[in-house]
């Protein structure tokens, strides 16, 4: 039993019944979909980096790491798909799953932003000293300040910071971070501050 490549429907001739395109036709339209839809998963990946600068959550960089690796996977699922669909085998399972992951970056900026923008929270103000900063280029371009932790069992925390704050802090610095809860129980940072 196999599956026309575009719409899915059981195929039992060269001729999907459903859809009506031929085996070479669901071919290009299948191929042209998942471009259109990886596009569209690309720029919610933008949007996702984007919303995560503006409301940095106090776990950014294992938050970073989590979803590198899903869309990472997700990407190469699409490729898979992509040689598959070319060699005009079975892909009905494994677009099913990519086309269901398509709006996950768009959700994971959502809950970032929305965080964030929501929160009503009282701020908490905590006292950090800093004792290390390091910035990476690519994207997304990340600076942080590294700085002792006041959570139990951590040693230091890692914030997320501007241009600005990252140049004005040294090391040995004393300054003040202020969070808030967030709307969706996500910490975030609202800032560094002298003390
Ligand atoms: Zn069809």
Request: net charge positive; charged share 20%.
């Amino acid at each position: 039993m196999t599956h026309c490549l575009d719409c899915g429907s059981e195929r039992t001739s060269d001729q999907c019944l459903a859809c009506g395109l031929t085996t070479a036709a669901a071919e290009l339209v299948v191929r042209r979909r998942l471009v259109r839809r990886t596009a569209i998963f690309l720029v919610g990946i933008i949007v996702f980096v984007a919303a995560s600068q503006v409301f940095p959550p106090l776990e950014l960089d294992s938050i970073l790491i989590f979803a590198g690796l899903v869309f990472f996977l997700s990407l190469a699922l699409g490729y898979w798909i992509d040689f598959r669909a070319r060699k005009h085998q079975e892909i009905e399972v494994m677009k099913r799953i990519y086309f269901g992951m398509i709006p996950v970056p768009w959700i994971f900026a959502g809950l970032i932003f929305l965080n964030g923008k929501l929160d009503t929270s009282r701020p908490v103000r905590v006292p950090a000293t800093v004792v290390g900063k390091f910035a990476t280029g690519g994207l997304p371009r990340s600076r942080r300040l590294v700085v002792t932790s006041w959570r139990y069992g951590r040693r230091v925390e890692r914030i997320a910071v501007d241009q600005n704050d990252f140049d004005r802090f040294q090391p040995h610095d004393d300054i003040i971070i202020q969070m808030q809860k967030g709307e969706f129980s996500i910490p975030w940072v609202y800032g560094v501050f002298r003390e």
